[in-house]
């Protein structure tokens, strides 16, 4: 099984709603960039920095058809982050309880900064 920093870190490159569209089509059939950024609705370039992080992480793979470079998914890895979220999902008994705070607490809410005093 994956450990919990190799965890977060695909939690995080799949907590963003392009790169999870971007798997959402790549589904069906390998997709070039210009196909990606009009099914999106957003620039090539934006496309192409989504599909570099999920390459790094082994999601997508790209193969050069042409001029284009038509991107498909990674069934290999794919299937391996499957399994390791099954198991991730089925041992809740082995994960360390966490303090989840008082009810009322906003964990999610950034400190403020103390009020600076007027000049004089």
Not at 62 to 71: I, L, Q, S, T, V
Request: glycine share 6%.
């Amino acid at each position: 099984m994956a450990d919990d920093r190799e965890l977060a870190r695909m939690f995080k490159v799949l907590a963003v709603t392009p790169r999870v569209r971007i798997i959402q089509l790549l589904k069906n059939r390998a997709l070039c960039v210009g196909a990606l950024s009009a099914r999106l609705g957003i620039t090539p370039g934006a496309v192409s920095q989504h599909l570099q992080v999920l390459k790094q992480a082994g999601l997508v793979k790209g193969e050069k058809r042409g001029y284009f470079m038509h991107y498909q998914l990674n069934q290999e890895t794919l299937s391996h982050w499957q399994e390791v979220l099954e198991e991730f999902l089925a041992a809740p008994e082995a994960l360390e309880p966490c303090d989840l705070g008082k009810p009322g607490d906003k964990p999610w809410e950034t400190i403020k900064p103390a009020a600076s005093k007027p000049k004089s």
